[in-house]
């Protein structure tokens, strides 16, 4: 995963804002159970730049803490050096 991180990459969810070394820290207490994205969209910024738009329901836990969700998401992507790196990743639970 670490990879395709920029170095300048920022995670923006409901625990706050994270860096490339805290979301990598952050997702080692993460075991998911499952994952279904729906509804992509993605949206060209810029010929370097991508926009991918979103939605995740998820499931499984923080450490020993279960957790179940469904938030919409956004993650930019740019090019970088013939890679494709994710810039930002932003999301936002969905309210029931």
């Known amino acids: 995963m670490s990879e395709v991180l920029a170095q300048d990459f920022t995670e923006i969810i409901d625990d706050g804002v994270f860096d490339k070394a ?7 207490h993460i075991t998911l159970n499952s994952y279904t994205l729906s509804g992509l969209k993605v949206k060209r910024i810029a010929p ?13 836990k923080y450490d020993d803490h279960p957790f179940q969700q469904t938030v919409n998401a956004a993650s930019l992507w740019m090019k970088r050096d013939e890679q494709w790196q994710n810039v930002l990743f932003q999301e936002t639970p969905v309210s029931n």
Request: aromatic fraction near 10%; proline fraction near 0%; charge should be negative.
């Open 22 to 28: 805290q979301i990598l820290s952050y997702l080692d």
């Open 48 to 60: 370097d730049a991508v926009l991918l738009i979103y939605q995740v329901s998820e499931s499984g």
